[in-house]
């Protein structure tokens, strides 16, 4: 099984800044199967990126995924209100996610 | 666009089987994908249980493979989770999700989209 380790575990920013989220798998991963979700409170899970680096329909181009092998990178380049929220990582498995609140 | 919504019980004793639906609207069960289910308790992360085929083939999370059982029905549109034995560590939001699954070298990957709304079960006395 690959675990999945994210880091930060919150990231505490201001609207307007980038956001930089880590993924770290226990083994190499083809980017093909690895995936980042947003959940907001009370909410399911919404894919955003699959494979990588390919925006899943409808998310705006602020996000932005990248990396291979063991290391993974999700981006938000400009923070919008509305993404304040937990972020996962995931192959099948998940990440224990990322919290990103208001500064 | 596709819809899945989730139905069950919300509250289930101790040592019981949990039985969940999820009913699938705007797409057809048979046309592909898996289709599974994914859990998570209270103030948690998420943990993926299992995903099904039309055909039936199932992939199970091996941490849960020898309680849980998952079961499509194409005329119905829907499929189901069972998990038995089931003890407070259980008390979760279940969703369910369309997946893409694939198992490459005996490691299984797979990704959700879209999600049900989910439905909270707690396992109580």
């Known amino acids: 099984e690959i675990v999945l380790t994210q880091s930060p575990g919150t990231l505490s920013l201001s609207p307007g800044e980038r956001a930089t989220l880590s993924c770290r798998a226990s083994q190499s991963v083809s980017s093909s199967y690895l995936a980042w979700y947003q959940q907001k409170p009370g909410q399911a899970p919404r894919l955003l990126i699959y494979g990588a680096s390919s925006r899943a329909t409808g998310i705006p181009d602020r996000f932005s995924g990248s990396g291979s092998g063991t290391d993974f990178t999700l981006t938000i380049s400009r923070l919008e209100p509305e993404d304040f929220a937990v972020y996962y990582c995931q192959v099948v498995t998940f990440g224990p996610g990322t919290k990103v609140d208001i500064k | 666009q596709v819809q899945l919504q989730e139905s069950g019980p919300g509250l289930v004793k101790p040592s019981e089987t949990l039985s969940l639906t999820c009913a699938v609207s705007g797409y057809s069960i048979s046309s592909g994908y898996y289709w599974g289910w994914i859990r998570q308790p209270p103030g948690k992360g998420l943990e993926w249980i299992g995903s099904?085929?039309?055909?039936?083939?199932?992939y199970y999370n091996p941490s849960l493979k020898s309680r849980v059982t998952i079961s499509v029905d194409t005329s119905k549109n829907q499929f189901s989770l069972k998990l038995s034995s089931v003890t407070a560590a259980d008390t979760a939001v279940y969703y369910c999700a369309r997946s893409s699954i694939t198992m490459v070298r005996g490691v299984i990957f797979g990704r959700f989209d879209p999600w049900g709304q989910g439905t909270l079960v707690t396992v109580s006395s």
């Open positions: 099904i085929y039309h055909s039936g083939s199932t």
